[in-house]
């Protein structure tokens, strides 16, 4: 892996408007922060190799060296990546009730995690009446307070690396694609340090098709309703075309055409619907309220699964082929619409060269995933 400094960082990613805020930068060292959902460099650092560029999923990402680091296989370029089941899934009968997007398969994994030991603390992401909030649970009640889903992008791996700081190992990460990407990336250990100590246990990666930018969403609600009184948002699936505000007596419905202005550009060039690079990935069940999809991808993760269902803190069941169809056909857009861009933009590297790029693919991929 390819590995510059912070300089490098800010030109080509933060200047270039491929930063989605995911945090992994953040709390590293005193320069980069989160303000206001962006992420700056307050200071100049002239250091020619950083652990900022390292960790960015927008930096001179290897797919083909980071599949084959955690996968033991070259980067094929599937829509949905590899993956050994997939299952429909929720809380199951022992599992507390909490605020869940969906079926709560995402903090019914983590309270089981963390009751077995399997972690020790989780990474999520919270909220406040700014937007969201990087979060560190170490008990099933932090988990529940950060149910349910922030349409926003949001700087989650901030918490991963305060977390580290404070000396604080086996660790689950909860996040969307591009945090699932910057932590695969930076497993890989990319400045191959001999100290290097990796402290993450799970990873449990959120589908997605795009984040919204904070700032720009804050100024539009705030115009329209009391922000104070939002208790949550959905994205019903089609053919419902509306963010879904929940203001507790009442919900809200805005047209996804008026919102679509806040998705920041990168959210185009993201290849990755289903966070591949996850043990387990979940997402909404299409035509099913109250369910999820369940891609289980590692043997940690099928154990995991196994372990929580065993407790009755999950409920699973097999996935209808036609509803797996759907998804593959919207990740497969969704891979294909990015390597457009990305070509275009001059994105991609397929070479072994140092010139600087967002990410590195074989040539070959690249043309399978456009041409497919
Ligand atoms: C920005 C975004 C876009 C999404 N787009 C899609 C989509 O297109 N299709 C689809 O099927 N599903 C999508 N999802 C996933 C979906 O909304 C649910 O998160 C998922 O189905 C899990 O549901 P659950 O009931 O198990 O989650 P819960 O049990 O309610 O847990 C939700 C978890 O999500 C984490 N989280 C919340 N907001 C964020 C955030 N902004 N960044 C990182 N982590 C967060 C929390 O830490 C919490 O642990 C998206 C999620 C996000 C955050
Ligand atoms: S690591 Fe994340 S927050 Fe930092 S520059 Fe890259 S995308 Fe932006
Ligand atoms: S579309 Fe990609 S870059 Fe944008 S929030 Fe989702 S995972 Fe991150």
New binding site residues.
Partial sequence: MNVFGPAELVEDVQKDGLCIGCGACVNLCPYFLNHRGKTVQIFPCSLTQGRCYAACPKAEVDLDEISRHHLQRPYEGRPMGPYAEALA???GANMTA?????????????VHALKQGLIDA??????NEKG?VP?I?SSPEE??A?????????P?LAALNRAVAEKRTNLGV???PC?MTAIAKWRTNPLAREDFEDTVSLT?G???????DQKSLSAFLDERLDISRIKGM??P?PPANALVVDLGDESIEIPLDEIRPFIPETCGLCPD?TAEWADLS?????GRPGW??LLVRSQKGKDLVAGAVAAGLLTTEPMPETNLGH?EN?AKNKKRRAFMKMNERGLLNPSDDNTRAMLRVPQEVVDAIVED
């Fill in positions: 899934a929720k809380a909490g605020a869940f997007q969906g079926g709560g398969a995402v903090s019914a994994l983590l989780a990474v999520l992401t919270g909220k969201p979060s649970a988990i529940l950060c149910a349910s889903s922030k349409f926003t992008a949001a989650t909860v996040g969307t945090h449990i959120l589908f997605c098709n795009w984040g919204l959905d994205i699936p619907m979940v997402g909404m069940f299409e999820n999809t998804l919207a």
